[in-house]
């Protein structure tokens, strides 16, 4: 299944990859910032106004992973800055090594 590959904000499920985000609108860029807690810190462009942020943070995390908008969808905190995330179609240890990869460079 994971192969030793763990992570504190990355469950595998049945139904796919559940990611807590923290989420940090209204920032001067798109960007993978880090680890705060147990959640992945994304900022993003987009206010936080009828669900530009949720649509765009969806969005944004298929382009890091290479998947398409679809396979990622918002399971909760549809008004909240802390979101869980859905990635269907792409393995546990492929999300956590990407992602793992890209917070290294930052």
Same mark, same amino acid.
């Given at each position: 299944?994971?192969?030793?590959?763990?992570?504190?904000?990355?469950?595998?499920?049945?139904?796919?990859?559940?990611?807590?985000?923290?989420?940090?609108?209204?920032?001067?860029?798109?960007?993978?910032?880090?680890?705060?807690?147990?959640?992945? $810190?994304? /900022?993003?462009?987009?206010?936080? @106004?009828? #669900?530009? +942020?949720?649509?765009?943070?969806? =969005?944004? !995390?298929?382009? %890091?992973?290479?998947?398409?908008?679809?396979?990622?969808?918002?399971?909760?905190?549809? $008004?909240? /800055?802390?979101?869980?995330?859905? @990635?269907? #179609?792409? +393995?546990?240890?492929?999300?956590? =090594?990407? !992602?793992?990869? %890209?917070?290294?460079?930052?």
């Amino acid at each position: 299944m994971n192969d030793g590959v763990k992570s504190q904000w990355a469950v595998e499920r049945s139904s796919g990859v559940v990611l807590a985000i923290m989420v940090q609108p209204r920032a001067s860029n798109n960007r993978l910032c880090g680890v705060q807690g147990d959640e992945l $810190k994304v /900022r993003l462009t987009s206010p936080p @106004v009828d #669900g530009a +942020a949720n649509k765009l943070c969806g =969005q944004f !995390l298929a382009k %890091l992973l290479g998947c398409s908008k679809s396979q990622v969808s918002l399971l909760s905190g549809h $008004k909240s /800055r802390h979101k869980r995330l859905l @990635v269907t #179609g792409v +393995a546990y240890q492929q999300v956590v =090594q990407v !992602l793992e990869g %890209l917070l290294t460079k930052t």
